[in-house]
């Protein structure tokens, strides 16, 4: 099928951010006297930070400010942030299909740190759209990320291939009509937690 579009998922998918992602929740956690497991992180990736912080509380019985938690936690990150490199079969894609066709960055990351990481990875010049977590009401498994972009590029949804990385992301992509590849499939990111 010809695509019109590609749409990319940022972490774990344009860039291998998890483990980093993952060592800045672990520091924030621990200091709130949250458990939160390399696993759990993992079969959430996709959703926002401040809700996770808020559904992490709630189930714990801890009491914090969800949204403070999310900014301690993304300043964690952005302390890492020079560790983070380019996952290159996904920027292949990107660099093959740039200024052939539209493409764009459909994450759920604050649209600070997204820009943050895009400009440190100098790969901002290739994408003609952008969507945050600030960006709809509704975040992954929902579609609106999706199609909020291929509304931003012009494209409709069933002309728009997504690359993901997390089953909520690929789950919203599959329910926007759009095809999805599993980045999964050919990219593991390292494991801060394995065999420990």
Known sequence: MQFEAYIFDMDGTLV?????????????????GLDFTE?????????????IFAMLSEEQGVPLDPEECAHEKENAFISMISEVEPIEPVL??????HQKI????ATGAMQWVMHRILDQLELR?????????EDTQRHKPFPDVFLEAARRLEVNPEKCCVYEDAQLG??????AGMHVIDVRKFHTPRRITAGA
């Open 102 to 105: 539209p493409l764009a960055v």
């Open 125 to 133: 010049q290739y994408f003609k759209a952008f969507v945050a977590s």
């Open 170 to 175: 690929i789950d919203a992509a599959a329910a």
């Open 92 to 97: 292949d894609v990107v660099r093959e299909n």
């Open 16 to 32: 291998d951010t998890m483990p980093a992602h993952y060592l800045s929740w672990r520091e924030v956690t621990q200091k709130h």
């Open 39 to 51: 696993d759990r992180f993992y079969s959430l990736g996709g959703m926002p930070t401040e809700r």
